[in-house]
């Protein structure tokens, strides 16, 4: 039943890998890219967002330093007009998304040791 568990928990962390993977290469960047199109990726981004950290609060508790550095991969940017006036922030730009993939990468390689 455990050994069955473990597979079950190993499958999701790929399928997060993938799925983070994906929206990573399809997010917009904070660098020389145009913010203004970051909404149509964030929606995703964000949903992927929360079923990763609620995966990885079910195995390791919200507390646990794993979670955390998870949550810390993903910053809020500010986005300014041309005319230099403040738009919106946005959060889940393609480079934060390549940050929480290899953190989920690296809880599915923590998670291994520990079994």
Same mark, same amino acid.
């Given at each position: 039943m455990a050994e069955n568990q473990f597979? $079950?928990?190993? /499958?999701? +962390?790929?399928? %997060?890998?993938?799925?983070?993977?994906? %929206? /990573?290469?399809e /997010?917009? &960047? !904070? =660098? #020389?890219g145009n913010l203004d199109d970051a909404p149509k990726s964030e929606q995703k981004?964000? &949903?992927? +967002?929360?079923? &990763? =950290?609620n995966f990885l609060i079910s195995l390791f508790g919200? @507390?646990?330093? @794993?979670?955390? !550095? +998870? =949550?810390?991969? +993903? #910053?809020t940017y500010k986005s300014m007009n041309l005319m230099g006036f403040y738009s919106g922030d946005w959060r889940f730009v393609k480079e934060d998304m390549y940050n929480g993939g290899r953190s989920i990468r690296r809880n599915l390689l923590l998670f $291994?040791? =520990?079994?």
């Open positions: 597979n $079950q928990d190993c /499958a999701i +962390f790929e399928e %997060l890998i993938e799925k983070g993977k994906t %929206l /990573a290469e /997010a917009q &960047s !904070v =660098r #020389g981004c964000t &949903s992927w +967002f929360i079923e &990763s =950290r919200e @507390d646990d330093l @794993d979670t955390s !550095v +998870f =949550r810390k991969s +993903f #910053g $291994q040791e =520990r079994h």
